[in-house]
Structure formats: structure tokens, C-alpha cells
């Protein structure tokens, strides 16, 4: 079993920068391949980005390329988004996830945490 506690949401304005963190519970965390997802709104929850249980690089969803940077941390259990350049559509409330390895359905998911880009 993991537990996921995300934190680092919050108001920015149109531009800025935010870094969410996600601490998981549990000894096997660098065994587990990490995403964060988002929903915003009256929308489906969405990919945004993941990264391999041993790291490197990660994959993104189209709308954040090159805006966003997933890196882990092993050592602290914590996965992070940086999320720079960040617009109005951003807005949304941001989830992170474990999932056993590539390909496979994310079974453990945290509680979310709210981020508003708005001027």
C-alpha cells in the first residue's frame, strides 16, 4: 500500500511558476513509476507527465512540453512537478500516482492540491 500527500498548489498569475511536490509512504518507492495527472473543471481528469522508477527522463502530455519537468527524488520518497510558463488553462486541481511500472494502471493516487493561474 502507498500513500501519496501532495503539496505546493496555489494563485499565480498568468507566467509564473509553481512546483508541486508528492511525498509517498512506504520503503519501494523507487520501485514505482510516477505520474501526475489533472482535472480541471466540468473535464476529465488528463495525463500531464511521468517518470521511471529510476528516473531520467520523463514523458509529458503535448500541452505541457517544454514547460513542465517531472524529476524524483528516491532518496525522499517525493516526485515533483515544475511547472513554469504557466496560463489560464493550467488551472486545474493536479493528482500524483504510482503505478507498478510502464504500461501499467496507476493504482494509488493522492488526495490533489489546487492550482489557479489568473491575473
Known amino acids: 500500500q502507498v500513500q501519496l500527500v501532495e503539496t505546493g498548489g496555489g494563485l499565480v498569475q498568468p507566467g509564473g511558476s509553481l512546483r508541486l511536490s508528492c511525498e509517498a509512504s512506504?520503503?519501494?518507492?523507487?520501485?514505482?513509476?510516477m505520474g501526475w495527472f489533472r482535472q480541471a473543471p466540468g473535464k476529465e481528469r488528463e495525463f500531464v507527465a511521468a517518470?521511471?522508477?529510476?528516473?531520467?527522463?520523463?514523458n509529458y502530455a503535448d500541452s505541457v512540453k517544454g514547460r513542465f519537468t517531472i524529476s524524483r527524488d528516491n532518496a525522499k520518497n517525493t516526485v515533483y512537478l515544475q511547472m513554469n510558463s504557466l496560463k489560464p488553462e493550467d488551472t486545474a486541481v493536479y493528482y500524483c500516482?504510482?503505478?507498478w511500472g510502464l504500461g501499467l494502471p496507476y493504482n494509488y493516487w493522492g488526495q490533489g492540491t489546487q492550482v489557479t493561474v489568473s491575473s
Open positions: 512506504g520503503r519501494t518507492f523507487s520501485t514505482y513509476r
Open positions: 500516482a504510482a503505478a
Open positions: 517518470i521511471g522508477g529510476s528516473a531520467g527522463r520523463g
